[in-house]
C-alpha cells in the first residue's frame, strides 16, 4: 500500500533511509516515527503522479517550553521527491500544501533540517523580518561547495574553530 510505496521513495531519494541500525524493518520504522507519534495532527502530504507516489513531505508534532510559554510546533522531516519528478515545483507544492495544513492545525513554529541548498536559499531572507524558520546544516562542506562564496575555506575553518569553542564550553 501506500506505506510501502512512501519508504521505497525514501529509500532511494535517501539511499538506504532511515541510515540508523534499526531492530526493525524501514515500514516499522516509518510507521512508528509518523503514524503512532502520540501527537496530533499527523501530517504526511503526498504528491501523486497516476496514482504513483513520487513525492512526501513529513512533519512531527511537537510541543516545546521557550520560557513560560509552551509552543505548538512541527518538525519537518523527510521530504522526498523521485529523481524522475524533481525541478517540476513538487517539493514546493508539498511545502505549500503542508504549510496550510499547519496553520488550519494552530502550528506556530516549523523546525526542519536539510542539507538542500535551494531550501535553504529559498527560506534564507535579509533582516530584519520576524524568525520563521530555523536551518541546521548537517554537512557545512557540501553547502559550501553547493552555495558559492568568497573564501569557502576560511569560512568553514572559522565554522570549525566556532564548532570546537561551543564543544569546549559545553564540558565545562
Not at 74 to 101: C, M, Q, T, W
Not at 109 to 131: A, D, E, G, M, N
Amino acid at each position: 500500500g501506500d506505506e510501502e510505496e512512501i519508504v521505497a521513495l525514501l529509500k532511494l531519494v535517501f539511499h538506504d533511509w532511515p541510515s540508523v541500525d534499526l531492530s526493525c524493518s524501514s515500514q516499522d520504522h516509518w510507521r512508528w516515527k509518523y503514524l503512532d507519534n502520540p501527537y496530533e495532527p499527523k501530517i504526511i502530504t503526498v504528491a501523486l503522479d497516476d496514482g504513483k507516489i513520487v513525492g512526501v513531505d513529513h512533519y512531527i508534532p511537537l510541543r516545546i517550553k521557550i520560557g513560560d510559554q509552551f509552543f505548538f510546533i512541527n518538525y519537518s522531516a523527510n521530504l522526498a521527491v523521485h529523481p524522475d519528478f524533481r525541478g517540476k515545483g513538487i517539493a514546493n507544492r508539498l511545502i505549500d500544501e503542508s504549510n496550510n495544513i499547519q496553520r488550519e492545525c494552530g502550528a506556530q513554529l516549523l523546525y526542519f533540517t536539510t542539507r538542500r541548498p535551494f531550501l535553504i536559499k529559498t527560506y534564507s531572507k535579509p533582516f530584519p523580518f520576524p524568525v520563521l524558520n530555523l536551518v541546521r546544516i548537517q554537512d557545512i562542506g557540501e553547502q559550501l561547495k553547493a552555495i558559492p562564496m568568497k573564501n569557502p575555506l576560511f569560512i568553514n575553518l572559522v565554522i570549525h574553530a566556532i564548532k570546537k569553542l561551543n564543544d569546549a564550553q559545553n564540558i565545562f
